[in-house]
């Protein structure tokens, strides 16, 4: 298989479970000779610096919320960064964008199906309290229609995908990985 340029998308740069998935990920990717980035949309725990010095592909921070900002300042920094992110795909144009939560599917799939990302999958990391009926219609028509599918993470995402309005044929269930010490 020749070399890809892969982006692995994710919201916020934290300690959680789908932010270790995500730089699982793009290491082992970069392991196997593509060219990986890992974006997120913020640094919410000041990670950035200590994640960059530890890893060997580049970890970019698009710098589109801050924390005790209002709202109209924090949704001008989204438009930036989706602005920056924008010029990025243009710029590197990666064959494959993966997305980690349902705000990152739903920023990054229309943005990567208007600039011609050959190949965007978005993924299903868990339940999300609160998370507003009209908003998973949206999510799960993004899915049906700008996706190549999505990954849900358990069987149990799988089932709540499918609840969402997800099209069965669209999901694949891949279990997280560990990373062999």
Known sequence: MSSLKIFLVGTQMATGGAQKVLLDQAGWFHAQGHKVSAVFFYDK????ERWQSNAVFPIVNLEAFQKG????????????????????????????????????????????????VPVRIPTHHGMIDGFPRWR?????????????GIVAVSDLTMKKALEEGIQKEKISVIPNGIVPV
């Open 69 to 116: 900002a209002g709202v109209l300042a924090n949704g001008l920094a989204l438009l930036r960064g989706l602005f920056r992110l924008w010029k990025l795909i243009r710029r590197e144009k990666p064959q494959v964008v993966e997305m980690f939560t349902h705000d990152s599917n739903m920023l990054v799939l229309p943005l990567a199906w208007l600039a011609g």
């Open 136 to 148: 998973e219609r949206i999510h799960a028509w993004m899915v049906n229609y700008l996706s190549h």
């Open 45 to 48: 725990e000041n990670l950035h």
